[in-house]
């Protein structure tokens, strides 16, 4: 069934995560109000790595896509807006692990329960970017959260 | 000129295609420089301001756009077929949209109580409005229960009941019986993050089977060649190459649009990308008229609030503290269709009987529901209430308003998934092309979607292009030739985005365009207040020649991709507002003040006895085929009839069209 497209899938793979899983999958099944729900789906995916070679200036704007593109309205109206607010001035450590931060969770909705601590955020993600997000998420100052924001903020010429 | 520019780009590096010549685009004063040759690995990074777009050229089987539910389920179908597939994304496909959809899939596996596929056919087809084509949804509906058992054995972990069978919950506009038999048990789901856990599901599997992502690269349009298309180019945000997916099969599972309004539940990557595409490539869209706005988006930001907090028990109450739904639907109440739960919203606030300062708004009370219960089945509403509205759903109710959802139109296609065109009275083919997800119309849900079944659609359609292909084509087909230029305009309006000076941002324009669509074509549409929003659209659209970007460069330009996505919406957005204006009745989520009634061939309020049957012309139960010139902004319309058959009489019997009331 497999033509000779295997040499050529070696080359044309550009596959950013390419360590395939090797396990085969344990399906645990949770009963509804008994057993406690299974909190991790079982299917490993590629771990996550941090990108290397890439400059701060164009780590940022990286970043800055990211946090505006995301699965829900509800993180692109957070993030975006944590974005405008910190992302130009985040350090070298920061950067790294907002990016680890908002790349790395396969469910988008965990960023946001963490965020709004809904949930306890997991250890590996604690950290100074998260106490801004966590503080951020809070409105101390009550703005208004309508929407994301636009990109003239970034307008030099401005 | 051309020649020199070639001899100074040829480097030695690996040539992935074997077509080498390079092209100078002519139409540019700006030297643009279009070549190809192959540039893998050791590509340098570089923000600096260039006329040059080094091109990639890629030979794949298949090639998929968009990574969402339908995009994975057909990149996996294809590649565990043998195919050699690559999936082209704008978004990590854990980020797709599907993952905000917390509701469920429907499937008459009767779990919960006896059920019948036929059961869900009856409601898919009547929550469509008659709209909906029979064969596409015996189709789905018939494959729904295999699909839901597919995915569990993939290792999607449903929740469960006490034996250990997958758990299902009650729907709006689920039935049993045809109708008769009550309120219907059919939503499987995983907690609240069902589109998460399938993402996930499908996305590892997809990579058991060696499917090639492109994650982060924006497709740009269709490659065209005599009526079939060849492929898709791309533009790759990480280092701004251009790259071009040749393949003999395309499969476009982008999305939908709900940026096009002010105010939707969509996150701010549904820009209609793949509609775009395929306008620009001179094929129609169907249906884009028909928008469906969710009863419960909060009022403001437009989060929203699932409908399954209805199917677990929330009501809907105004400001006399009313259960209002009792009145307009009273079998169904708080769970009749989206549709006829936001028209009976809005009529509500407009008899004054709104709440809020503005009374502009009604209620979503939760607070008598048992705190574990929405603990355990709708976390996710507690927090999203709290941020954006300030309210804690064990205390108080929830503003809510009809804000923007879904896009029932998209890219026609047949049942098979394969994207068709109408000529001389018939459908026809497109070759090479096929559409799946919210992004096509099949059309499963004709002027009104049923909660539940856009999970459905996804993976049934999904699979269903990956079949389609499978059975058509072989693995490692050579692939007909290509012109060298091919892509060049695509380019070419890059580079003219990229360097546009005009007068104004690309942000105003949307907001233009935003604010337009939102007063013109709402849940309740006027004839004249429409064709206002037509001109007003089409002086929108013409200030896209004078945009204004501000950013130069070619890595990781997020004002570059967010005026491509406005060139895309806008494209999506003068569809919709000119097939609503043209559009004289009232169907489904298309709701007309001026035309409160449907308009089919029979006047189906009274017996059919000695009526006569309308010709097409005459009658609006038909598709709406919208092509739009790129240059202008002008769209045209066409029309096709609704398929009224089943795929087979015996297993499953067509249901005429009737009065449409829950």
């Known amino acids: 069934m497999f033509s000779a497209n295997v040499a050529r899938k070696a080359v044309l793979s550009v596959c950013r995560a390419s360590l395939r899983p090797a396990v085969s999958t344990v399906i645990a099944r949770g009963y509804r109000g008994d057993a406690p729900e299974p909190a991790v789906i079982e299917i490993p995916l590629p771990p996550w790595q941090d990108r290397t070679g890439e400059s701060l200036d164009i780590k940022r704007k990286r970043l800055l896509y990211e946090s505006r593109k995301r699965g829900m309205l509800e993180n692109c109206i957070l993030l975006s807006l944590f974005a405008k607010q910190y992302l130009n001035t985040m350090s070298e450590l920061q950067l790294k692990q907002y990016d680890r931060l908002i790349n790395e969770p396969s469910n988008d909705w965990d960023i946001y329960y963490w965020a709004t601590e809904a949930k306890p955020t997991p250890d590996v993600y604690q950290g100074e970017v998260m106490d801004m997000l966590k503080e951020f998420a809070k409105n101390k100052d009550m703005e208004q959260r309508l929407d994301a924001p636009n990109l003239e903020y970034l307008d030099k010429s401005n | ?662």
């Not at chain 2, 607070?367 to 064990?394: C, K, R, W, Y």
């Not at chain 2, 119309?441 to 079944?453: K, M």
């Not at chain 2, 609503?580 to 009745?585: Q, S």
């Open chain 2, 1 to 662: 000129m051309a020649a020199v520019c070639a001899a100074s780009r040829v480097l030695g590096r690996k040539i992935v295609s074997s077509t080498a010549l390079p092209a100078v685009c002519q139409t540019s004063n700006r030297k643009l420089h279009f070549s190809i040759y192959g540039k893998r690995g050791d590509a340098k990074v570089s923000d600096a301001i260039s006329t040059q777009y080094p091109v990639v050229d890629h030979e794949f089987d298949a090639v998929v756009v968009g990574a969402g539910g339908a995009g994975l389920r057909a990149a996996f179908g294809l590649s565990e077929a043998g195919f050699n597939t690559a999936c082209v994304t704008k978004l990590f496909p854990t980020r797709s949209h599907t993952v905000a959809a917390q509701g469920g899939i429907n499937a008459a596996l009767g779990n919960m109580e006896e059920d019948d596929w036929r059961w869900h056919f009856y409601d898919t087809v009547k929550g469509s409005d008659w709209l909906g084509d029979q064969d596409a949804i015996h189709y789905m509906t018939e494959q729904a229960p295999a699909a839901v058992v597919e995915l569990e054995n993939f290792g999607m972990p449903f929740s469960r009941t006490e034996e250990g069978r997958i758990y299902q919950r009650a729907f709006g506009g689920q039935s049993l019986k045809f109708g008769k038999g009550g309120q219907a048990h059919r939503c499987c789901c995983v907690a609240d993050r069902t589109g998460h856990s399938l993402l996930h599901t499908l996305y590892g599997r997809s990579l058991r089977y060696d499917t090639s992502y492109f994650v982060e690269y924006f497709a740009l349009d269709l490659l065209m060649e005599d009526g079939e298309c060849k492929g898709v180019i791309a533009l790759c945000m990480e280092d701004g190459s251009i790259h071009r997916f040749r393949a003999k099969n395309t499969v476009i599972a982008t999305g939908g649009y709900g940026r096009t309004f002010f105010s939707c539940t969509s996150a701010h990557t549904s820009t209609g990308d793949g509609n775009a595409m395929v306008t620009r490539a001179g094929l129609p869209c169907q249906d884009l008229e028909f928008v469906q706005f969710h009863p419960t988006g909060i009022y403001g930001a437009g989060c929203l609030i699932t409908e399954g907090c209805r199917g677990e028990g929330g009501i809907l109450i105004n400001s006399e503290g009313e259960r209002f739904m009792e009145r307009y639907a009273p079998n169904a109440k708080d769970l009749a269709s989206r549709d006829v739960v936001s028209r009976s919203m809005t009529i509500e606030i407009r008899e004054g009987r709104g709440v809020g300062p503005d009374k502009d708004h009604v209620y979503l009370q939760l607070h008598h529901l048992p705190p574990q219960q929405l603990a355990a089945h709708l976390p996710g509403i507690s927090e999203t209430a709290m941020i954006f509205a300030g309210v804690d759903v064990t205390k108080e109710p929830i503003p809510v308003l009809p804000t923007v959802h879904y896009n029932m139109g998209g890219i026609p296609t047949n049942y098979k998934g394969q994207v068709i065109t109408h000529k001389d009275g018939e459908d026809m083919v497109v070759p090479g092309l096929y559409a799946c997800g919210e992004a096509g119309c099949a059309s499963v849900h004709g002027a009104n979607r049923l909660g539940a079944n856009s999970l459905l659609d996804l993976v049934v359609f999904g699979r269903a292009c990956a079949l389609t292909i499978a059975e058509i084509n072989t693995p490692g087909e050579k692939l007909s030739p290509l012109k060298p230029n091919a892509g060049e305009a695509s380019v070419a309006n890059l580079d003219k985005i990229r360097f546009a000076d005009g007068s104004t941002r690309t942000s105003e324009i949307r907001l233009n365009m935003q604010k337009t669509m939102q007063s013109h074509a709402a849940v309740f549409r006027t004839g004249d207040v429409l064709k206002e929003g037509c001109d007003k659209m089409d002086s929108v659209y013409k200030s896209l020649d004078d945009i204004k970007t501000f950013d130069r460069g070619i890595v990781w330009n997020t004002d570059l991709v967010e005026t491509l996505e406005l060139q895309n919406l806008m494209l999506n957005a003068v569809q919709t507002i000119v097939g609503a204006e043209a559009r004289k009745e009232s169907r489904g989520a298309h709701a007309r003040e001026d035309f409160k009634d449907r308009v089919d061939e029979y006047d189906y309020t009274k017996p059919l006895q000695g009526q006569v049957k309308k010709p097409l012309e005459q009658h609006w139960r038909k598709h709406t085929l919208s092509y739009v010139d790129p240059k202008t902004g002008k769209v045209t319309l066409e029309y096709r009839p609704v398929i009224d058959n089943s795929l087979n009489a015996e297993d499953c019997a067509a249901i005429p069209p009737a009065i449409r009331s829950y």
